[in-house]
């Protein structure tokens, strides 16, 4: 599965973004997917993840109650909806795919870069 996302910018604290992550190539449906961030001169961290069929959705504490992941299976894209920024939640921001029964994350998109002003 290929994956492209989009979305990212510069927005001033407080604000909000929607990332999309559209994929192409095997069938989306079937594959759990993840959003990932890497700060500048951080390690890549877990954002959130949601199910195959999108029942079950994982978040890191640093951002539960502020975002959001969802898929549209129909559309073969998963979003990543992020309100009230702050500063610390500027990084790249990565969708990544692993099949059901997978435990790691085999497919990656090229990041997109976000940018939280204070």
């Known amino acids: 599965v290929q994956l492209q996302a989009s979305g990212g910018g510069l927005v001033q604290a407080g604000g909000s973004l929607r990332l999309s992550c559209a994929a192409s190539?095997?069938?989306?449906?079937?594959?759990?997917m993840g959003w990932f961030r890497q700060a500048p001169g951080k390690e890549r961290e877990f954002v959130a993840s949601?199910?195959?069929?999108?029942?079950?959705?994982y978040y890191a504490d640093s951002v539960k109650g502020r975002f959001t992941i969802s898929k549209n299976n129909a559309k073969n894209t998963v979003y990543l909806q992020m309100n009230s920024l702050k500063p610390e939640d500027t990084a790249v921001y990565y969708c990544?795919?692993?099949?059901?029964?997978?435990?790691?994350?085999?497919?990656w998109g090229q990041g997109t870069l976000v940018t939280v002003s204070s």
């Open positions: 990544a795919a692993k099949g059901r029964i997978a435990t790691v994350y085999a497919y």
């Open positions: 190539g095997r069938t989306f449906s079937s594959y759990d």
């Open positions: 949601i199910s195959w069929s999108g029942g079950s959705t």
